[in-house]
């Protein structure tokens, strides 16, 4: 079996290196090449003009699922990571980087490698987009806060599948956010929030999971929001994850973390 992982693991960074290095780099030369060329098109013949810009945007949608499919998460960059001395990693819920719906093959080949290595998986952050594109092909983003409630269970509902990650990768901890970046407060959106919250802490404590909210820079993320979040419900198992990076663009970092110990 060791022999099997071995080989499956060198196959994935052999196309990934393929990737990265042959196809990702000849669509940017081709790139390159088309642009040189519409500059010898005389400018009157429009519509050469217009099928090579087309050509054009179609490299550069080949070329952005290259770096996507060379950038997936998979065994050999887990093993650099432990490598580099992490001792317990936290995966970020995104379908293009996990792809934690496909629960026969991707899920269960990092299920494999957390079982042998022994390296703990610590923790999930919360999906922010449902697709595969990062939002990019129209889809909205993940917002648990949202006054639309058909919007709010959509985005429960992806959430879950992420959480459902515990079932072969246990972990400790899903990272969660309320609202969107930016996003304004009023008291309809924290009662959304409140009930997504309850909803999503029921779903995922049979699972061994906790929920932890996370500073984000919006009106419904203060610290001071979180803990009046906290003390309302009453959700004793509800936590906060500190994001220094986020305290930072906000408020002052020691003052923050003070406030939420």
């Known amino acids: 079996r060791a022999r099997i992982v071995a080989?499956?693991?060198?196959?994935?960074?052999?196309?990934?290196?393929?990737?990265?290095?042959?196809?990702q780099q000849?669509?940017?030369?081709?790139?390159?090449?088309?642009?040189a060329a519409r500059t010898n098109i005389p400018a009157d013949q429009q519509q050469t003009h217009l099928a090579l810009e087309r050509i054009g945007r179609e490299i550069e949608a080949v070329l952005e699922d290259v770096r996507e499919l060379s950038r997936g998460l998979h065994p050999g960059?887990?093993?650099?990571?432990v490598s580099g001395g992490a001792q317990a990693i936290e995966i970020f819920g995104a379908r293009?980087?996990?792809?934690?719906?496909n629960r026969k093959q991707?899920?269960?080949?990092?299920?494999?490698?957390?079982?042998?290595?022994?390296?703990?998986?610590?923790?999930?952050?919360?999906?922010?987009?449902?697709?595969?594109?990062?939002g990019r092909t129209g889809s909205p983003p993940i917002n648990i806060a949202s006054t639309d409630r058909a919007?709010?269970?959509?985005?429960?509902?992806?959430?879950?599948?992420?959480i459902e990650l515990?079932?072969?990768?246990?972990?400790?901890?899903?990272?969660?956010?309320?609202?969107?970046?930016?996003?304004?407060?009023?008291?309809?959106?924290?009662?959304?929030?409140?009930?997504?919250?309850?909803?999503?802490?029921?779903?995922?404590?049979?699972?061994?999971?906790r929920v932890l909210l996370e500073n984000i820079p919006n009106d419904l993320s203060t610290p001071d929001r979180l803990i009046e979040f906290i003390r309302t419900t009453h959700f004793d198992d509800v936590g906060v994850c500190f994001d220094t990076g986020h305290a930072n663009m906000t408020s002052d970092v020691p003052q923050t973390f003070e406030s939420l110990k």
């Open 7 to 23: 080989a499956a693991d060198e196959a994935r960074r052999r196309i990934e290196r393929n990737l990265h290095d042959g196809t």
């Open 26 to 35: 000849r669509l940017v030369s081709l790139g390159l090449d088309l642009q």
């Open 77 to 81: 960059l887990l093993d650099k990571l």
């Open 96 to 101: 293009q980087h996990v792809d934690y719906a």
């Open 106 to 134: 991707h899920v269960r080949e990092l299920a494999d490698w957390f079982r042998t290595s022994g390296v703990p998986l610590h923790s999930v952050h919360a999906p922010l987009y449902s697709d595969y594109e990062w």
């Open 151 to 162: 919007a709010r269970i959509e985005a429960m509902d992806e959430i879950k599948r992420a």
């Open 166 to 209: 515990a079932e072969q990768i246990p972990f400790r901890f899903l990272i969660q956010h309320i609202g969107l970046p930016n996003e304004s407060y009023n008291e309809r959106k924290f009662e959304a929030a409140m009930t997504s919250v309850e909803h999503l802490r029921a779903f995922a404590k049979p699972l061994g999971v």
